[in-house]
């Protein structure tokens, strides 16, 4: 009876003692995040600036007004884009040259950031195909893509895949460490978090989009690590992907190639 009251008083004790305990994060500072595109394709040279925001702000991230943007070509005369929205910098007066390297710049303030990017070989789509792949003891239908490597490493590969015209969120990326040269076959694997449930499975009557960017080193380094981050491989590592932007600001810009096929799921 004795040991019985003990433990009741000790209880008591412990569930008084409760208390609600506020951890008070230090705040970091906002680092600019920009997001530029030019390809060998006609069309618009885009760059987007947003900013960063604390853990504890809303996901929403208003773009960034008033930069001054150029895209200058093997080093020519900067070509000055226009914001055609909040945050958004257009140019059509530029176009990707495959081999040629184009140089970013973008002014904020007395702020300065940087990167060159290199337009590399295009490595065109062979076929497109719906391959039935076991996963886990689940059947899912996956969209496959045949290519052939060029010889020589540093070829690197960014996917992007709509179904029904909506972007897939899982990041696919490869490049020929292991394959230079190399007939490849790759298979666009989603690891979503949601990929459970059945309106996000492929199936039969949907009509999958692949885009297949052929993109230079640093491109690849960073679609790579952001790739990581995001825990597409359910391995995610929480930090920064790597940027070939210098002067601070996170984010990439991409001188790629691009092709797209498209399939009806049989």
Same mark, same amino acid.
């Given at each position: ?9 000790l ?40 900013? =960063?925001?604390?853990?504890?702000? *809303?996901?929403?991230?208003? &773009?960034?007004?008033?930069? +001054?943007v150029?895209? /200058?070509d %093997? ?51 062979d076929s ?15 969209a ?25 969120? =899982?990041?696919?990326?490869?490049? *020929?460490?292991?394959?230079? &040269?190399?007939e490849?076959? +790759?298979?666009?694997? /989603?690891? %979503? ?6 309106e ?48 601070g ?18």
């Open positions: 009876m004795k040991l019985l009251i003990n433990m009741a008083i209880l008591v004790f412990i569930t008084s003692c409760e208390k609600v305990i506020d951890v008070n994060l230090d705040s970091v500072a906002k680092k600019y995040v920009i997001e530029g595109n030019i390809t060998n394709e006609p069309g618009t040279c885009q760059v987007k600036i947003t900013q =960063t925001k604390d853990f504890d702000e *809303d996901n929403t991230f208003p &773009g960034v007004s008033g930069a +001054t150029t895209v /200058s %093997n080093g020519g005369t900067p070509v000055v884009l226009t914001e055609t929205s909040t945050g958004v910098y257009e140019t059509t007066a530029i176009n990707g040259t495959i081999g040629h390297t184009y140089t970013l710049t973008v002014n904020i303030g007395d702020l300065t950031f940087t990167a060159p990017s290199t337009i590399p070989v295009l490595v065109p789509i497109i195909y719906i391959d039935d792949q076991s996963l886990f003891g689940d059947v899912k239908k996956v496959t893509l045949m290519y052939k490597d060029p010889e020589g490493k540093g070829n690197g590969y960014h996917f992007i895949q709509y179904k029904n015209g909506v972007r897939e969120s =899982t990041i696919f990326v490869r490049n *020929d460490d292991y394959t230079d &040269g190399n490849i076959t +790759t298979s666009l694997l /989603s690891f %979503n978090d949601d990929d459970d449930e059945d996000n499975k492929i199936k039969t009557g949907d009509t999958i989009r692949v885009v297949m960017e052929c993109i230079d080193p640093a491109g690849y380094k960073y679609w790579s690590s952001l790739e990581a981050a995001s825990g597409n491989s359910n391995n995610a590592t929480p930090a920064n992907p790597v940027t070939n932007i210098t002067g600001a996170l984010g990439y810009f991409s001188a790629h190639t691009t092709e797209e096929r498209t399939i009806v799921v049989p």
